[in-house]
């Protein structure tokens, strides 16, 4: 009886409420249990006992039907048992809070869900408490579901879509951060509408959302403007416990995807942070040393390239550095990155995850070749491989194993490796196979705080997450033009993602090398240094291709200043947008 009069009273009160505070009139049906939010913009939001029941824009459905939790583990290979029971909604309540707030109750088998809603113009929190009463087993992924958005055509943006059986078939390790899910945030545009969706407070946890179809049926699919929204929280629930999932949702008429991004940005900013190291954009030499086993020698023993690349001769170190040193600073290169600076190992491994060890001839010749270059105000660096251990499979070979950041001792050993070759003078670092997944973010974040500012890493895969800690590297493809294609330049990156990426965490870091080109680059084509350079990307230019070394030097005068800092924030005066 006294629920019935305060909601009554409330529904008495809340225009006026609504008035004074300036902010929309949120309307609740009692009777039916129902709550409804209507922002500024004409966006309707409905609340019933079975969760967010219906978004409305003006007088158009956008979304209709439920919004619940359940049992994700049979999504996912080996992540449960699927023993917690979260099947069906056994009872469900609705309690209206205040003009922005109602809450909605289920009970479901094992599981309690006590969901807020609150609201504050165009963004509801959706907050889930999950009570787990079942007496021996964790539920160790979270889904909710039940939300089906219907499109005024197939929408675009940042959408995440996938068959249930590839999440079977290969884990958690598809959430974000990771290869899979490289951007936690989410966006969906139509003509006249989109939807932002963000994890909130989740802490360093893996989380995934799916836009799934609203039919798998092959001539459908991504035809369909059709969409159902699934959220995924790897954040498991003790048996007998309790946890808390927030997600954030946005619609709005403003399509822009900074705008519908907006709580996404905020959220991994909390969750992640600022960029924790001064980017030098300045363009970067590269060169490979090693070559093969085949070049294997009485007289090379080490199977390097020969002439300047022979590093563990004397003359060859010395040469390297009358190769590089006065190229470099006639041009405005920051350094170089070598690749094999161990020779080419009998073990096999490539790229070796012990890069801290030398050949004794490399070591006694290190001076020679890391000097000059300090000398001249230019820095050095060398490809390592963080993430991997090397042990022996058999006498003559070597297999890798995945290091785990969660061992003191991994980390230890780790940065060990680091620490040694900073000593040696390097303050760059190519980081081979490495930057895409949830482990080697918690990598390095831990080698971040280690190294300090001003080591510079470039990890060769990405996700949103890494690039607080570490730039990136890729490749880019020039391929001419087709049929159904123009002529132009593809990071391998995806450019959209990296501007994704430098939005999310301003002051972070890509480079990048053209490795292919396929059909004829015309002479008067746009270079691949001024692409690199409009899309804030720093040029890396391998030794082999210094005949466009003075091109890059001038080019660079107009975009970055002499101590590595972009000189613009928008377009560059002069210089044409993407083709």
Known sequence: MLKSITAAVLLLLWPAIAVLAGAAEPTADAGQGAFTYRTPQGIV?????????????????????TWSVFNAEPWFKDAGSGAVDVRKVLEKSITIVNERTARVWHRLGDVECLASYTFDGEDVLISARIENRHESEPLRVVGFTGLTFDFGRPPEGQMMVQHISYFQAHGVGLCHPGHWSKIGGSYAVDDSVGVGVSPWRTGMTRTLILWDYGSWAPEEREKSPRRRLI?????????????????????????????????????FRRTFGEVRYQADFRWIASDYLNHSQQAVSNTNPYGFHGGFRRIDRPDGAAAFCDKLVAALKE???????????????????????????????????????????????????????????????????????DINPDDPGHRAMLWRRFETMIGKGCTLFYLDSFGSSFEDVKLMHYLRERMGADVLTFAEHQCDAILPYSGGYSETTYTAAGPDRPAGYRLWSDSRQWEIYRWLAPGSQMVSRLYRVEGELPADFESAESYFFRNRITPLLPVSEFGRIEQCGALQSSFVDPRGKWLHTGPVPGFPEDR
């Not at 409905?46 to 979304?63: C, K, N, Q, Y």
């Not at 003790?238 to 995807?257: E, H, I």
């Open 331 to 401: 041009n405005g290169g920051q350094g170089v990155i070598v690749w094999g600076h161990g020779g080419d190992d009998p073990r096999g491994a490539m790229y070796r995850p012990d890069f801290d060890v030398l050949p004794p001839e490399v070591e006694a010749n290190w001076p020679t070749l890391a000097g000059p270059l300090q000398q001249a105000g230019l820095k050095l660096g060398v490809c390592t491989r963080p993430r991997h251990l090397a042990v022996r499979a058999d006498w003559h070979s070597d297999q890798i194993l």
């Open 231 to 267: 959220y995924f929280a790897v954040s498991p629930v003790p048996c007998r416990g309790a946890r808390t999932f927030d997600l954030k949702l946005r619609v709005s008429t403003n399509r822009d995807w900074k705008h519908l991004l907006q709580p996404y940005r905020e959220h």
């Open 45 to 65: 939001w409905e609340v019933t006992a079975d969760g967010l029941s219906s978004i409305r824009v003006g007088e158009r459905r956008l979304a209709h039907g």
